[in-house]
């Protein structure tokens, strides 16, 4: 079941409560097993959502243990390997402290789609689009750069003025509703939020990849994008956030009251 709270303040102020209790049990009892777990959810839900067929178990055994699954396109194995890369590569940027960048954005792409398209991975979209089953147009080619521009100064700006998940949120939705490159944007947009609440210490914010959620997911987004509902998404993704921490406070035998 999706559900909210009845103000973004609220929720905010529960999750840096939780987040302070998670931080001081996760130095004496987080282990890489639970992290290796999340993280296997994290890619396995993230790729459910852009339509990868590969369960839970297949794409455990395709990027930890190297396996070939019958039956699954070249494509969703390469999908898999390649989120796991990208995943990898956010989690170092956390640890050497590197700040996010149009730079690491493109790297992070590039990572996204290595052996699935080589001639756009990296690279901002030349033709224009249209996002499948929704109203909202993103801006044509010859505007991209300039909307990219634009957000990285808002990001620049912003980073030290916002709390972490409307930060994050807020990157997530302006990159996916300008929607800079010809495939991947979705999956770069959910790294670049999950790379900005790493490294303030925040758990993989995991959107699953189920109907109920899913549209829930695109019905936020699409509220930003044709009616300027803003809220709408930071409190999905917050809502997300909360899960999350309440999730790991429960594995760490921390009770809650969620």
Not at 24 to 44: G, T, V
Not at 191 to 214: K, T, Y
Request: proline content about 3%.
């Amino acid at each position: 079941m999706v559900r909210t709270m009845t103000t973004l303040s609220a929720i905010l102020s529960l999750i840096d409560q939780r987040k302070s209790v998670l931080d001081d049990i996760r130095q004496r009892l987080d282990n890489i097993s639970i992290r290796e777990a999340l993280q296997l959810e994290f890619l396995y839900e993230s790729s459910r959502i852009e339509g990868n067929t590969l369960t839970l178990r297949e794409t455990q055994l395709v990027i930890q243990e190297g396996m070939t699954i019958s039956g699954k396109s070249l494509r969703e194995h390469l999908e898999a390997i390649n989120h796991k890369e990208a995943l990898t590569f956010i989690e170092e940027l956390v640890a050497q402290k590197t700040d996010f960048s149009e730079y690491v954005l493109k790297q992070i792409h590039a990572l996204v789609l290595h052996g699935i398209d080589r001639e756009h991975s990296g690279r901002y979209r030349e033709l224009p689009v249209l996002i499948a089953g929704s109203p909202h147009i993103p801006p044509q080619p010859h505007h991209v750069q300039s909307r990219m521009d634009e957000y990285f100064q808002w990001y620049n700006e912003q980073q030290s003025q916002l709390h972490p998940v409307i930060l994050a949120a807020e990157l997530h939705e302006r990159l996916v509703t300008i929607h800079p490159f010809i495939d991947g944007n979705g999956r770069t947009a959910r790294l670049v939020m999950n790379l900005i609440l790493l490294r303030s210490g925040f758990p993989l914010a995991i959107i699953q990849g189920d109907a109920e959620n899913r549209i829930a997911y695109y019905d936020a987004l699409e509220a930003v994008q044709t009616q300027g509902k803003s809220d709408a998404f930071v409190m999905f993704i917050a809502q997300k956030v909360f899960d999350a921490i309440n999730r790991y406070l429960i594995i760490l035998g921390q009770p809650t009251n969620a």
